[in-house]
């Protein structure tokens, strides 16, 4: 097996200090310099008042979750509800404190901002709601990622990313609870 493309050191038909079967030599498909390597950043670059933009987004993003999380905190059914509802609530406390503090970091001064409050007729659209909120928060800092190089900025987003992904899991098993029949 011939290894990945983006690897291979321009002029080189083997890493320095290895040889690789056959002979140390590649198929000229791999050695092609228009060979399908994407360029960084993945997503191409943005500019920075772009990306200031959407780092003030995901701001208010942050602190409309905190303050829909609260709410959804009160109303939650039992204890594991209630241990997944403020485990994602304090997750959101610490992305917007990390975002703010990148704010400041490349503007210099403080988010000034206001949101509108998630509202929800029932603790089970409640959930819903959230499950959603948090994939689309998920698939937006992942695209952040990957329009910048900028470690900083990568680094962030993805701490908050992943751990978006695993609040949408939590909601989704907190949502799937109240479907299901529960034990006596």
């Not at 493309?5 to 040889?19: A, C, E, I, R, S």
């Not at 959804?72 to 209630?82: C, E, F, I, N, S």
């Not at 997944?84 to 609530?89: G, L």
């Amino acid at each position: 097996m011939y290894p990945h493309p983006m690897f291979l050191y321009p002029g080189f038909d083997h890493y320095p200090g290895v040889t690789f079967v056959p002979g140390g030599t590649f198929p000229p498909a791999v050695r092609n310099d228009t060979s399908n390597i994407p360029f960084l950043p993945i997503e191409g670059k943005q500019s920075l008042a772009n990306f200031i933009w959407v780092l003030y987004q995901a701001i208010i993003g942050e602190a409309t979750a905190i303050d829909f999380y609260s709410k959804l905190l009160k109303d939650a059914p039992d204890g594991l509800h209630k241990e997944f509802i403020r485990h994602a609530y304090e997750d959101e406390q610490k992305h917007l404190q990390a975002f703010t503090r990148l704010y400041i970091h490349f503007t210099g001064q403080e988010p000034q901002y206001q949101f509108e409050p998630v509202r929800y007729a029932s603790y089970q659209e409640g959930l819903l709601k959230a499950y959603k909120d948090e994939l689309e928060a998920a698939e937006a800092y992942r695209d952040v990622q990957l329009s910048t190089t900028d470690a900083l900025i990568k680094d962030t987003f993805f701490l908050a990313m992943t751990d978006e992904m695993e609040h949408a899991s939590r909601f989704s098993f907190l949502y799937l609870t109240l479907q299901a029949p529960r034990p006596e």
